[in-house]
C-alpha cells in the first residue's frame, strides 16, 4: 500500500536515470527522444524505523512497509495534448497517477542534446504543463457537451456541474492548472471526479550535472527552478540523478563516503517520500497481525473506520472498535501484555481520528 508517482518531462531531461537513481531498477538510457515507449514501473518499499522497532516488540516474522510506485512515462513534447510523438499512452498513464514529479533539466551535455536548446527551467515547465492544461480542456469541453445534453428534465446536480465545468474552461483559457482553480469542498468532490492531469499535486525536480555539485554555475539554473516551484506553490528539490544511479553499485560505507563528498544530506528517494506524503497529506499507522507488523498509509484527518477499510472492506463494514497505542509507548513498555496491563491501550469508536505512527487493531464483526 502506497502512493503512485509518475516522472514526467521533456525528453532527455533525465526522466529514465532518475527512475534509476530513485528505484534502483536498471532501464534503457539513450540520448534521443522516445527511448522510453512504454512505461518503466518499480514498487519501492519505503524503509521506516518505526516499523522496524514495533516489529521487534513482537518478534515480527514478516515486516510490510508501506510502498512507493515510481512510473517512467515517456517524454512529452509540444503537441502532446493532440497526439504528437507519444502523447495519448503519455496523458493516459499520467492520469493513474497520485502525484507528478515535473523533471526539468539542469545539466549541459553536447552528447545530450536539449529539445528546445540550453536547459531552461521555466521554459521547460511551461511546455510540460501547457500541453496538460490543453488535455484537461478537451476533457472538460466534452463532458461540458455531454452535460448540455443531458439538461433537459435534469437535475440541480447537473446545472451545477455545466456551472462548474464553463468556470473551469474559463479559468484553464488563462493557462492556470485545475490545481489553482478557488472551489470549496463539495466543488472540489466534483472537480476530483473528472481527473483532470493539472489537478493532481506535483513536485518540480532539478537534474543537475555531477560537475555543478561541486560548482557554483548551477546556481542560476537552481534559483530560476525554486522561483518557478514558488510561483506554482510547489515543492521542490534538486538531485544528481546520475551520481546517485551510479552510486547504487556500491556498499553502503562506500555510498555514504561519497554523499558526504557532494555535500547530499539525504538520497532522492529519501525527499521524494518526505514531499510526497507532504503533498498528499498522508499519515502511517501501523498493524500488528500473528507474527506480521504492516505500515498503511492514510489520508490526514481518516477515522478509524475509514482506516480499517485501506485493510480490508469487511473490517470496514463490521468495524465495532479501535485498539490504539502509539508506537513509542510500545516500543517503552517492552510487549503488547504490558501496555494492556498499564492501561496504556486505547479503545476509540469509528470517529477517531488516526495519528502518525498510531498502532492499531481493529475489532470488527460481519
Not at 527552478?225 to 528539490?237: S, T
Amino acid at each position: 500500500m502506497g502512493f503512485k508517482c509518475g516522472i514526467v518531462g521533456l525528453p532527455n531531461v533525465g526522466k529514465s536515470t532518475l527512475f534509476t537513481a530513485l528505484s534502483n531498477l536498471p532501464v534503457e538510457r539513450a540520448n534521443f527522444p522516445f527511448c522510453t515507449i512504454e512505461p518503466n514501473k518499480g514498487i519501492i518499499p519505503l524503509e521506516d524505523n518505526r516499523l522496524v522497532e514495533v516489529g521487534k516488540i513482537v518478534a515480527a516474522q514478516k515486516i510490510t512497509p508501506a510502498t512507493l510506485t515510481i512510473v517512467d512515462i515517456a517524454g512529452l513534447i509540444k503537441g502532446a495534448s493532440k497526439g504528437e510523438g507519444l502523447g495519448n499512452r503519455f496523458l493516459a498513464h499520467i492520469r493513474e497517477m497520485d502525484l507528478l514529479l515535473y523533471v526539468v533539466r539542469g545539466f549541459r551535455s553536447p552528447d545530450v542534446p536539449h529539445v528546445t536548446g540550453n536547459p531552461s527551467p521555466r521554459k521547460d515547465i511551461e511546455v510540460v504543463e501547457l500541453e496538460l492544461i490543453l488535455a484537461d480542456l478537451n476533457v472538460i469541453e466534452k463532458r461540458l457537451e455531454k452535460t448540455v445534453k443531458m439538461l433537459k428534465g435534469g437535475t440541480k446536480e447537473l446545472f451545477e456541474e455545466k456551472e462548474l465545468l464553463e468556470q473551469m474552461i474559463n479559468h484553464l483559457n488563462t493557462g492556470k492548472s485545475a490545481g489553482s482553480f478557488s472551489s470549496g469542498p463539495k466543488e472540489k468532490k466534483i472537480i476530483q471526479n473528472w481527473q483532470l492531469l493539472t489537478d493532481k499535486p506535483v513536485i518540480f525536480v532539478l537534474n543537475i550535472g555531477e560537475e555543478s555539485l561541486l560548482k557554483e554555475d548551477y546556481q542560476q539554473v537552481i534559483q530560476e527552478a525554486r522561483e518557478v516551484a514558488a510561483e506554482k506553490e510547489a515543492p521542490f528539490m534538486s538531485i544528481c540523478a546520475s551520481l546517485e544511479a551510479d552510486l547504487l553499485s556500491l556498499e553502503d560505507e562506500e555510498k555514504k563516503f561519497f554523499l558526504q563528498e557532494y555535500g547530499i544530506k539525504d538520497i532522492g528517494l529519501t525527499e521524494v517520500t518526505r514531499l510526497g506524503y507532504s503533498s498528499l497529506d498522508l499519515l502511517t499507522f501501523f498493524t500488528i497481525k500473528g507474527k506480521e507488523t504492516r505500515a498503511w498509509p492514510v489520508k490526514e484527518g481518516a477515522t478509524a473506520k475509514e482506516s480499517a477499510g485501506k485493510i480490508h472492506s469487511d473490517i470496514e463494514r463490521g468495524f465495532i472498535a479501535a485498539e490504539v497505542v502509539y508506537w513509542e509507548e510500545l516500543v517503552r513498555a517492552g510487549s503488547l501484555a504490558i501496555v494492556k496491563e498499564k492501561g496504556i491501550l486505547r479503545l476509540e469508536g469509528k470517529d477517531y481520528q488516526v495519528k502518525d505512527g498510531d498502532v492499531i487493531s481493529f475489532r470488527f464483526k460481519v
